[in-house]
């Protein structure tokens, strides 16, 4: 497996802390709205990683967080809870909106055949460890109080923009414009480990600890749960590559402090998906979610389709146009597996296949190799199924699930004796109407001397 490192900014050859093992740790979502479809870009990849570390003949474990409880709205520690503005925004208590977003996410995740990470653990459900890590930071001399909270003092890691390469000035920090610098902190880039007094006094999700009744920072549940999960080093952390400058320098730095030694081989980030307008954001309102998509007409998999034609470190510009092309690409290439013969055994393809992802999780190329399969006249129709089958273990598009009909019947014949007697009556606008809602309900007309039939698209 070959992989892009953040840290070094090469494609690397990867090595395995401990031969033929992987552990991978993957930020997780922050639960106070749904995910967006840029988030769930993130989640396809990294699932995408993992499976092909499986299919590479890797063990893997697979650790993530998540995030109910201290992201404020900047990755700094500034603008106000995410919780607190989500449980505001329904009249529910912040417990609640934890629970319904969490449990929206994995049914997110499911839709796309996105498989749940080997262990997945709650922020809130650490406290006991976060103070116990504080207290450690605290004993080394990398955390200060003041002013009620904990800090961890930034100039006590020579090798903070060691990831980022950003100068301290470029970081975020309370000086922008429109935010306050926090007078606590002793250089305007450290960042809060715990907090007892922020400017947000409704704050419900607070715990009594040695530092006083509060709650923790955003970046420390991520090096604590990876720590929990996984032990003192990894061979691969994964993120949106909004992460880079604040929450994985921060995770880095807190995190080899209390351990005392490096803690992770391979930073793996995955671009953006952008939209017209730019970046993709809750903040603005609407956005576009998975279920969303499902109203516009396009099955997750046509999105998950959509998603893996292009590289995951290259950003990615969402369209109409670029899923309606998926749409058909996706529909008439299932139309093609489901019609191919029982599977026969065969090595054909498995290694081209596997040099596809082992390029850094190149699926696009991958995607390609299905239609060279399909296409290769020397192999048999099972032959093809066969190989297909193998593939679909990583890209998981569902290319042999047959789809559900769900379809009225009765509503479709009433719409076609309605466009005939329109044609009768030659009216072709109405015609034409009635062709076009059944275009939309995914079925096509065929029109002959016999009469109209129809089928599914
Ligand atoms: P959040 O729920 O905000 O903590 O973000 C969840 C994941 O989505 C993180 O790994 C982010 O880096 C990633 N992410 C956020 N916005 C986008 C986007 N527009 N495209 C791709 N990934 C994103
Ligand atoms: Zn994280």
Redesign the pocket.
């Known amino acids: 497996m070959r992989l892009y490192n953040t840290m070094s900014l090469n494609v690397e050859e990867f090595v395995p802390i401990e031969a033929g093992r992987v552990k991978i740790y ?5 639960v106070y709205n749904y ?2 479809i ?2 769930l ?3 396809v990849s990294e699932d995408i990683l993992v499976r092909a570390f499986r299919f590479l003949g890797y063990e893997v474990s697979r650790a993530m967080n998540i ?1 109910d409880v201290g ?1 404020l709205e900047s990755d700094a520690d500034e603008g106000e809870d995410k919780m607190l503005k989500g449980a505001r925004r329904e009249r529910k208590t912040v417990w609640d909106i934890a629970d319904y977003y969490t449990e929206a996410f994995f049914r997110d995740m499911a839709k796309l055949n996105l498989e749940t990470p080997d262990i997945v653990m709650r922020a809130t459900d650490q406290i006991e460890d976060y103070i116990e890590f504080i207290s450690v930071l605290e004993e080394k001399g990398y955390a200060y109080r003041a002013g009620g909270n904990v800090y961890y003092d930034v100039s006590k890691f020579p090798r903070y923009t060691e990831l980022s390469r950003m100068p301290l000035e470029n970081l975020q920090h309370g000086t922008r414009g429109d935010v306050e610098l926090d007078e606590n902190k002793r250089n305007p880039y450290d960042f809060a480990l715990w907090f007892t007094k922020s400017k947000f006094d409704e704050q419900e999700m607070k715990w009594d600890s040695p530092f006083g009744r509060g709650y923790p920072g955003w970046h420390l549940e991520c090096s604590v749960i990876a720590l929990k999960a996984l032990g003192e080093r990894l061979d691969i952390h ?6 880079i400058s604040t929450h994985h320098t921060n995770e880095i730095a807190q995190t080899e402090s209390f351990t005392g030694q490096k803690w992770v081989n391979y930073w793996w980030h ?5 939209t017209d307008d730019g ?4 903040s603005k309102g609407e956005f576009l979610s998975l279920s969303r998509l499902e109203e516009l007409g396009y099955d997750p998999m046509v999105y998950k389709y959509f998603l893996l034609g292009s590289h995951y470190r290259r950003q990615l510009a969402f369209s109409d146009e670029g899923m309606d092309t998926a749409k058909t690409a996706y529909h008439k290439l299932k139309e093609r597996t489901l019609a191919l013969a029982e599977p026969i055994e065969t090595t054909a393809y498995i290694d081209e296949f596997k040099a596809a992802l082992a390029d850094d999780l190149n699926t696009a190329n991958a995607l390609t190799l299905i239609y060279t399969v399909l296409k290769d006249d020397k192999l048999s129709s099972g032959e093809k199924r066969y190989i297909i089958e193998q593939m679909e273990t990583v890209l998981g598009l569902d290319l042999f699930v047959e789809p559900e009909i769900d379809v009225d019947t009765a509503k479709i014949e009433r719409l076609i004796a309605e466009r005939n007697q329109a044609k009768q009556a030659k009216n072709w606008a109405e015609a034409d109407r009635l062709r076009d809602e059944l275009q939309a309900m995914g079925i096509s007309l065929m029109d002959s001397k016999e009469g109209t039939t129809w089928k599914l698209n």
């Open positions: 993957t930020c997780g979502p922050t995910a967006h840029g988030n870009r993130t989640y995030t992201h994964c993120g949106g590559v909004d992460h995955a671009e953006f998906l952008l970046k993709m954001s809750k």
